[in-house]
Nanobody, 120 residues
Framework: QVQLVESGGGLVQPGGSLRLSCAAT????????MAWYRQAPGQQREWVGS???????NYANSVKGRFTNSRDNANNTVYLQMNSLKPEDTAVYHC??????????????WGQGTLVTVSS
């Protein structure tokens, strides 16, 4: 069974930084897409950014220039470096991966979520 475990959330002041981590475990052949989403209270879930196999990245306009995706393929881990944080970044952040298992089954797997609170 493939599972994602997230960490790194917490309370930070405006202008501060946090780094989120999401590690995948299980019978994994490859991970084609690693992505981050967030959901603030009373709002719809929002796509934040993605990194695909090979390292190319894409970001929502709201976080471009402030957030950076990276991946450690050897450890099946994705990171989200968040700089210059704003109160509107406050949300529960979830990672998602498009995984190919060793039996060639394709899966969409979500992490448990980690809360980021930006407040003074």
């Amino acid at each position: 069974q493939v599972q994602l475990v997230e960490s790194g959330g917490g309370l930070v002041q405006p202008g501060g930084s946090l780094r989120l981590s999401c590690a995948a475990t299980g019978s994994i052949l490859s991970i084609n897409v690693m992505a981050w989403y967030r959901q603030a209270p009373g709002q719809q879930r929002e796509w934040v950014g993605s990194i695909i196999i090979g390292g190319n990245t894409n970001y929502a306009n709201s976080v471009k220039g402030r957030f950076t995706n990276s991946r450690d393929n050897a450890n099946n881990t994705v990171y989200l470096q968040m700089n210059s944080l704003k109160p509107e970044d406050t949300a529960v952040y979830h990672c998602k991966m498009l995984v190919v298992e060793r039996n060639y089954r394709n899966l969409e797997v979500w992490g448990q979520g980690t809360l980021v609170t930006v407040s003074s």
